[in-house]
């Protein structure tokens, strides 16, 4: 696995950090400053990707629920 959604717990997983090549921040909490701050931190600005985030939580939902988006 080479990239993650940010709402999984890297730290409940096997997968170490240095092993996430990018961390897609979505919804309204994605713009609140020090959460945003402690995943810079965590995974390095490099690694960050955002934009449209409340778009893009919508356009999601098909992976997580494809039962219901057939």
């Known amino acids: ?3 993650a959604v940010a709402h999984l717990s890297v ?3 096997l997968l170490a950090t ?3 090549e990018t961390v897609f921040l979505t919804g309204g909490t994605s713009l609140i400053h020090k959460l ?3 995943f810079v931190t965590r995974f390095g600005q490099e690694k ?3 934009g449209q985030e409340f778009t893009s939580v919508a356009l999601s ?3 997580f629920f494809p039962d219901l988006h057939k």
């Open 36 to 38: 945003r701050q402690e």
């Open 11 to 13: 730290g409940a997983s």
């Open 1 to 3: 696995m080479k990239s």
């Open 61 to 63: 939902a098909p992976l």
């Open 48 to 50: 960050i990707r955002d």
């Open 18 to 20: 240095s092993g996430i």
